[in-house]
């Protein structure tokens, strides 16, 4: 037992240093907002391949925040995540390509403009579809919460065309490309871009006048925030910062470049190898997070378990009610609702932000500690009741009986059920991906978002899982057996 | 007249609407060997657990060397120190080796130190006839080995009443001789014992008094040679022809 122990306070005070060392250094003359944006909505945002986020909304926000003295900390939460973020106060603002719609004001504060867009339809170059009536019977891909959902679902009885809804851009282009939708509606801006830049997608409709792209703010709040926005912007326009920043990304030179770029990274990156050399530095982090969420959800869950399952086996009614309770709340909760719940749920109910790391963490610690506390609970009753009467015949009180007697034997029947555990909260963290936290498998739906090689970064990331996964059984199975002995 | 030791009155246990014990009312003198008898299902067992308060009785009161078990405020792990229990299925800590069995509670409870423990532990050992056994575990015991160490594990406390719940029925024919033979030295040392078996020999042999129970009652008590040789009720009398002709 004191072996374990001392095991796991090592593990945890290495991460406590590693995230120490990590803390990063913030300037407290300026002040910091947090900002969300989408993972890709090129030329508007999209990681670079130095896995920076660049694009328009990018190079504006950090212009502005030059220019203006505050700190804009960017968060890449894809669209959707964005604004249920914004409208939970998880956030300061959301920048990434909104279009500024009735529906939407009812909930945030828009900026002046800052880019005029429409809604286009494009289609795979090679195929029949030639405008809205060959639409007729068929699928339509969009993207969650986007304007081009709002207008194609508008349109949809009229045309007589199903929907499907993607969470992010490059699974609706694929999913045109593979042939399963025969169309996709997107803003004109980005679609133009994107057939541009090489995208292998044909725009068949003029944009429709559907307004312009603004920063939002939720509504009443962050009004110092948006007043900064709105004058950086005017300033931008005057000194001719602004035209600039568009001519980088939608001149002809930007995107002829662009295209020569992911031509050549296409090329060199066919390969496994390319690809992992490509995109070492995130992945590398993408599994450093991962590990540290599993590490700390592990350690927090274990306790969190132990305590409720132990509660479970007190003579106490009241005890016993409130360990089953929680246990059958907690594992009766799908992880995702919880992550949500937790994340954007509770938030907009207390008004105060829960960080995507911590509630990931709690998440899990909910989820996986209800899990362990059951098979807690179940291992000391699995322990002969002959063993606890003959401990309290002798005269030994409740709580040392239990832990002289009963724990030692129900902890070796509960191992194999840890180890289990162990494993099941590695996996769970791809879950909060959900939520914006930027681990493995978040990492790799960014870097398919920016490259499309969505089968080979999938295989990569799983192996990567499995390489975890088995360190973490060996581990594991090495602390077994020093118990066992 | 002998000190009382042990008084039950009126003890009434039900577990939900089946009632176990039907009104009991029974005493054991110091130094004294009862051995209860009786059909499975009569309540013999449940009456010997009542007396630690492994069961809590429903009504009615047990009190011995004055201290009221049955009453809540009495504080039972301190009572029950002075009590030991010997179980049918022997119930040895599989997580110790039999030296630690035996040492766990006086070590525990502050009794003794570690190695006044240990010396302690060895003599029971010896006195049991299993001192090679000390640093055995338990899984490679027999079934006559375990009981004897489950005794020598009760009487570690040094307690002055023991209680016996069919210490020999686990057990194969030819281990049950040993356990008997411990149980019949400790007699002798004028240990209290309230017994519950079905080793008629040992009750004749070795019983002060002999208690026969049928459906949560006590229906004839006496000496071994009265309640064997004489037995005045007439479920005494079936239920000792059949135990006595098999």
Request: proline letters at 3%; a positive charge; one cysteine or more.
């Amino acid at each position: 037992m004191k072996k374990i122990i001392a095991l796991m306070s090592c593990v945890f005070g290495l991460f406590v240093f590693v995230n120490i060392y990590h803390e990063p250094q913030v300037n407290a003359a300026e002040k910091t907002y947090t900002i969300g944006t989408d993972v890709t909505f090129p030329p508007f945002v999209y990681a670079n391949s130095d896995n920076k986020y660049v694009g328009i909304d990018m190079d504006l926000i950090r212009a502005i925040a030059k220019k203006e003295g505050f700190k804009a900390e960017i968060k890449p939460l894809g669209f959707n995540a964005a604004v249920q973020s914004l409208s939970s106060g998880q956030i300061d603002g959301v920048i990434a390509g909104m279009t500024i719609t009735d529906e939407r004001r009812q909930k945030f504060d828009f900026s002046t403009p800052y880019y005029k867009s429409g809604i286009v339809m494009a289609v795979a170059p090679k195929g029949d579809i030639k405008g809205l009536k060959d639409l007729k019977g068929k699928r339509v891909a969009v993207k969650t919460g986007t304007a081009g959902a709002t207008y194609a679902n508008s349109i949809k009885d009229r045309y007589g065309f199903k929907t499907v809804t993607f969470d992010d851009s490059d699974n609706v282009y694929n999913d045109v490309k593979n042939g399963n939708s025969a169309a996709c509606f997107d803003d004109s801006a980005v679609l133009n871009y994107g057939v541009k830049t090489g995208l292998g997608l044909k725009i068949v409709t003029k944009p429709t006048d559907i307004g312009s792209y603004g920063f939002a703010v939720e509504k009443g709040k962050n009004k110092e925030l948006m007043s900064k926005f709105n004058s950086g912007l005017k300033k931008l326009k005057a000194n001719g910062e602004y035209a600039k920043i568009i001519e980088k990304y939608t001149g002809e030179s930007a995107t002829a470049a662009q295209k020569k770029n992911s031509t050549q990274a296409n090329a060199e990156g066919h390969t496994f190898f390319g690809l992992i050399k490509q995109n070492r530095d995130s992945i590398i982090d993408g599994i450093f997070e991962t590990i540290k969420l599993t590490v700390v959800s592990i350690i927090c869950a274990t306790i969190f378990g132990v305590l409720i399952g132990l509660l479970g086996v007190l003579p106490s009614k009241l005890a016993r009610g409130t360990s089953t309770t929680i246990i059958y709340i907690f594992r009766g909760l799908p992880l995702l609702v919880l992550a949500l719940f937790i994340y954007n749920g509770v938030p907009s109910l207390t008004g105060s932000k829960v960080p995507a790391f911590v509630a990931g963490i709690i998440t899990l610690t909910l989820n996986e500690g209800a899990y362990t506390a059951a098979f807690v609970k179940g291992g000391i009753q699995a322990v002969d009741t002959g063993q606890m009467e003959a401990a309290r015949s002798l005269g030994l009180p409740f709580g040392k009986s239990m832990r002289k007697v009963i724990l030692p034997q129900g902890i070796k029947i509960m191992i194999p059920s840890f180890i289990n555990q162990f494993i099941i909260t590695l996996k769970d963290t791809s879950i909060l991906s959900i939520i914006g936290i930027l681990e493995l498998t978040q990492t790799g739906k960014i870097i398919i978002a920016r490259n499309l090689e969505g089968f080979k970064i999938w295989t990569i990331i799983a192996l990567i899982y499995l390489i975890i996964i088995t360190v973490l059984t060996l581990l594991s199975k090495w602390v077994e057996r020093r118990i066992n002995d | 007249m002998k000190n009382t030791k042990v008084k039950v009155t009126n003890l009434k246990k039900n577990f939900g609407s089946n009632h176990v014990l039907k009104g009991i009312d029974f005493e054991v003198a110091q130094n004294e060997v009862v051995v209860l008898i009786g059909p499975s299902g009569s309540g013999k067992s449940t009456l010997l657990r009542c007396l630690n308060r492994l069961e809590d009785p429903t009504s009615g009161s047990v009190v011995i060397d004055g201290n009221d078990i049955s009453d809540s405020k009495t504080n039972i792990d301190q009572a029950r120190e002075n009590i030991g229990m010997v179980f049918q299925h022997f119930n040895l800590f599989n997580n110790l080796t039999v030296g630690q069995n035996v040492e766990l509670a006086p070590v525990e409870l502050g009794k003794l130190s570690k190695s006044e423990a240990v010396t302690m532990a060895k003599k029971l050992l010896d006195t049991v006839g299993l001192d090679d056994k000390y640093d055995a575990m338990p899984q490679s015991l027999s079934g006559g080995q375990k009981q004897r160490v489950a005794i020598a594990r009760a009487l570690a406390m040094n307690p002055d009443i023991m209680l016996f719940d069919e210490p020999t029925s686990a057990l194969d024919p030819e281990m049950v001789g040993d356990v008997l033979e411990v149980m019949k030295d400790l007699a002798k040392k004028g240990m209290t014992m309230v017994v519950v078996t079905h080793e008629m020999g040992f009750a004749k042999e070795v019983a002060d008094r002999v208690v026969f129970m049928a459906d949560g009652k006590v229906m004839e008590e006496g000496k071994p040679e009265e309640v064997f040789g004489n037995p005045q009720n007439e479920r005494t009398k079936t239920f000792l022809q059949k135990v006595i002709n098999v």
